[in-house]
């Protein structure tokens, strides 16, 4: 036999036990060459082009899916900052370019639409100031499409008028939504350093530095590295670190091998694997059962940060060497209310807003999917953005803030987003206030050392 | 195309005759064959080429999934190529 039959049953327990799974194939396709004066036209550009780049999209992905046995859970699209491509439009209401982008989406049968996107890290135009007033209504109105907006960089620095906007545009998008606590939150994103080939939601889109189309993966497979380190307890952290590396080098040969065959098929390049672990709700796929695997009694309690270093590390190590390009956020994701374990260590009081903060000083991307209480301020929320920006600025890393302020509930009470999204105990803020800090306006300069050149 | 055809359970008579027996039905050449017991479990792996099966894949996964529970056995069918991908560099 080819392989032996430790191989064979290693592969096959990672599909049908351990929830090994592609969480998305994403296409970029590149909106440049729509942008008209007349926003009309521009839309209808949009929507031409999307069908016909992206048609084929859900048919090769079940095809393959079908083929290899193996699941794609995701089939999505992320197009050019729309910021971009309005910008020459006469339109000063962006809301309907969502609406077109969700109306293809569902047309094809696409789960997510990432794009509806300005950069801003240094300073904002016309066109990106209608983008992020457009965000709440953009996302009340549709379903799949997903907004970022990038305010911060390690060569800008942060812009502060920037978060300001979005601590206003994160409570607005929460009220226009609050008969579904807040849901339109959770299709937000705000960036420092972000990927311009992310092939993850709510934060892809398909950079002004990237081609025509482009093909990108995102693999999870937390119950995978969680079923391989039981096999380790008591062992050094040598061993550890070594069995996480073998482990995310297998997933990754999964996910190329799934990248290179769906690129092939739809005659696009194929841009990038993302390495980054994605939870779901589900028992058994759990990045904070990894931690708590580890030897932590709870996620959240002491080591944790430790732990998390060594899982984000090894993983990078392991998947750079099965790919012929990584990128995106490529790590271990940390979202709350997508991640069963992180649920239960929020329950259980092991896991505080402070902790997740000093988490994403080393995961791949940030404060994710947390809940807030519904009376949270917009200057408060904007200066939760405000820290996770430094940390990513300072750190040279992709950090973000994905948080939802649920109307009407308070800390302790339980959010519900439902599906892959799931559903999160609402976590304390700080009682006291940042008002006078975010008032102040202007930019944190970049920090010392991003002059490199 | 090849696939590994995996059979996973209790061992009991006749698994390897009813799995063979349905492949042949179908065309479905067996090019390599091999057995083991894994941590008490019974593990029958099969290289099989679908080239010339008179069935399409979804078909005959659908069908060999059925045959297995009838069994108490649980069978699975993935592509050559995703063994090659994680296990050879």
Known sequence: ?453 | MNAIVTVVGNDKVGIIAKVSAFLAERDINIEDISQTVLSGNFVMMMMVDLTAATKNLSEVKAELSALGESMGVSISVMHERVFSAMHRI
């Open chain 1, 1 to 453: 036999m080819l392989f032996t039959p430790f191989e064979i049953k290693e592969t096959v327990d990672m599909f049908l036990r351990n929830k090994l799974d592609i969480r998305a194939i994403t296409l970029g396709v590149s909106l440049l060459d729509c942008s008209r004066a007349s926003g009309k036209e521009s839309r209808s550009m949009i929507r031409e082009k999307l069908l016909r780049v992206a048609g084929p999209l859900v048919k090769v992905g079940r095809d393959i899916e079908n083929e290899y046995g193996i699941p794609i859970i995701n089939k999505r699209v992320s197009v050019t900052p729309i910021a971009l491509v309005a910008a020459a439009s006469d339109d000063v209401d962006y809301a309907p370019w969502a609406a077109t982008l969700d109306g293809v989406a569902k047309e094809l049968g696409i789960d997510f639409v990432g794009g509806f996107s300005a950069l801003v890290q240094k300073g904002m135009t016309t066109s990106d100031q209608r983008l992020i007033d457009s965000i709440p209504r953009a996302l009340a109105l549709t379903d799949r499409v997903c907004a970022s907006v990038n305010v911060a960089s390690t060569k800008s620095g942060i812009n502060m008028d920037a978060v300001r906007e979005m601590g206003r545009i994160v409570k607005e998008a929460a009220a226009l939504t609050a008969d579904l606590d807040g849901l339109g939150c959770a299709k937000l994103v705000v960036f420092c350093n972000a990927p311009e080939d992310n092939p993850f939601m709510a934060g892809a889109f398909h950079g002004p530095g990237e081609g025509d189309a482009t093909l990108n993966v995102g693999v999870s497979g937390p119950g995978v590295v969680k079923a391989a380190l039981e096999a380790y307890r008591g062992a050094s952290f040598d061993e550890v670190a070594d069995a996480i590396k073998k482990t995310a080098f297998k997933i990754t040969r999964m996910g190329q091998l799934v990248g290179m065959e769906a690129a092939r098929r739809l005659g696009v390049p194929f841009g990038i694997l993302d390495l980054s672990l994605a939870p779901t709700p589900e028992v058994g796929d759990s990045v904070a059962r990894i931690l708590e695997e580890l030897g932590l009694e709870s996620a959240g309690t002491h080591g944790t940060t430790a732990a998390l270093a060594l899982l984000t590390d090894m993983v990078k190590k392991g998947g750079v060497m099965a790919s012929t390009h990584v990128g995106g956020l490529s790590g271990a994701f940390i979202p709350v209310s997508e991640d069963e374990g992180m649920v239960a260590a929020v329950r259980a009081g092991s896991l505080t807003l402070d902790k997740l903060e000093a988490m994403t000083c080393v995961c791949s991307v940030g404060l994710d999917m947390i809940a807030l209480p519904g009376d949270t301020s917009a200057s408060t929320i904007a200066a939760i953005i405000a820290d996770e920006m430094a940390i990513g600025m300072v750190n040279n890393k992709t950090t973000a803030v994905r948080v939802i302020p649920v109307p009407g509930k308070k800390a302790g009470d339980w959010a519900e987003f439902g599906g892959l999204l799931g559903g999160a105990p609402i976590l304390a803020t700080h009682a006291f206030s940042s008002d006078a800090f975010i008032a102040r306006g202007g930019r944190i300069p970049a920090p010392i050392h991003s002059f490199r050149n």
